[in-house]
Every structure is written in C-alpha cells, then in structure tokens.
T-cell receptor
Framework: EPEVTQTPSHQVTQMGQEVILRCVPI?????FYWYRQILGQKVEFLVS????????KSEIFDDQFSVERPDGSNFTLKIRSTKLEDSAMYFC??????????????FGPGTRLTVT | QKEVEQNSGPLSVPEGAIASLNCTYSDRVSQSFFWYRQYSGKSPELIMSIYSNGDKEDGRFTAQLNKASQYVSLLIRDSQPSDSATYLC?????????????FGRGTQLTVWP
C-alpha cells in the first residue's frame, strides 16, 4: 500500500541553524500538508500546498518557514533559523483531493526535530 | 478559532469490551470528520472518516455523527490490547481553511488483558 515517507526520522540542530525536512507524498496525491506536534500537545496545521503554490498557511507558518516541491516527488519544509520552540514532531501528509467531503489526509511517520 | 474537544482520559477497558470515544466541535457548519489513532511516538494513522449524520461501520470500528449536537464518536467493539493508543478526532475546515484539519488533544485508551 502506498505511503508517505519522511526523512530524516530525527534531526538535531543548534539554535539559529537552518533545517530542511523532506517528504515524499503518495504518488497520485495532489495536495500536500505539513503539521507539527509539540510533545504532549495537539497536532497543529502549518501549511497546505497545491500546484506548486501555498494554498493556506497558519499563524505558526511565519517568515522563518518555507515549503517547496523541488522535483516531481519531494516536498520539503525549511526552517531558516531554528528556535528552541521549534522542537517538535513534524508530519507531512497528502491527499488525493481537497474540498468538502471526506478526502482523507494520510500522514507520514514524522521527523523529530530537536533544537538545542 | 475552531475548537475540537475530546475527553483526555485515560479510558481503560478490559479486552473484549466496547470502547466509546467522544468528540465535540465548535463550528456547526463543519462537514467532514476523521478519527486517527496515534501510538506513542508515532504518526496519526487514519481509522475512519464520516461525512453524513448517522453511523458508519468498518470492521470493529463504528463512527457516529450528529451534526445537530456537533458530536462525533468512535466505538471500538471487541477491544484488543493492540488498540491501546491515543485516538485523535479531527475536523476539516471550510471556506478559506478547507484543507486544514483541526485536531483535538486526543483520548488515551488502554485495553487491559
């Protein structure tokens, strides 16, 4: 069964450094998402992406964040200058369509980001 | 801010029992609802989606939706120790937030042998 993959599984970085988290969505899916989950807290939406453009972003997704689909398979999240509070699990998700209705989003295994 | 509320638990049931998980949401015009299971340290795994009022069954799982009461539930029949996890209720946004999922904090379920 197709699944979303993410690399790396764990990333440790120092405050102020740039990180790039990578995702390969399910191959026939067109809509891509990033979520994060700080330890012990809710899963929170960051951004959605379709047709090489951001569809929607949350208040969390500030100028430090960017997303890109550099080729036909990868979808990346870049954090330009990491802060301690960016430490979280970052999940990539994809869906075949987006709209009113039960268009399911499938999540990847996540990248645990630790900022020291 | 759309709110999705769940009892945090923990909910503890014996093996073979029915586990009942509940969720309420604040935006009365929400139309798409999802249940995810999350094992500790892992990612959310989709269990079920429900769109229409009433019940939807898939194996041992039944999702129930009551839009008038803004209430979604998940029943797990014949609970197994492997069902022990946190169950997340998610509601899809609408309008300009159509793609976004709003998650509850999750209910931790323990099924003891």
């Amino acid at each position: 069964e197709p699944e979303v993959t993410q690399t790396p599984s764990h990333q440790v970085t120092q405050m102020g450094q740039e990180v790039i988290l990578r995702c390969v969505p399910i191959s026939n899916h067109l809509y891509f998402y990033w979520y994060r989950q700080i330890l012990g807290q809710k899963v929170e939406f960051l951004v959605s992406f379709y047709n090489n453009e951001i569809s929607e972003k949350s208040e969390i997704f500030d100028d430090q964040f960017s997303v890109e689909r550099p080729d036909g398979s990868n979808f990346t999240l870049k954090i330009r200058s990491t802060k301690l509070e960016d430490s979280a699990m970052y999940f990539c998700a994809s869906s075949v369509r987006e709209g009113i209705g039960s268009y399911e989003q499938y999540f990847g295994p996540g990248t645990r980001l630790t900022v020291t | 801010q759309k709110e999705v509320e769940q009892n945090s638990g923990p909910l503890s049931v014996p093996e073979g029992a029915i586990a009942s998980l509940n969720c309420t949401y604040s935006d009365r015009v929400s139309q798409s609802f999802f249940w995810y299971r999350q094992y500790s340290g892992k990612s959310p795994e989709l269990i079920m989606s429900i769109y229409s009022n009433g019940d939807k069954e898939d194996g041992r799982f039944t999702a129930q939706l009551n839009k008038a009461s803004q209430y979604v539930s998940l029943l797990i029949r014949d609970s197994q120790p492997s069902d022990s996890a946190t169950y997340l209720c998610a509601v899809k946004g609408r309008g300009s937030t159509l793609g976004r999922l709003y998650f509850g904090r999750g209910t931790q379920l323990t099924v003891w042998p």
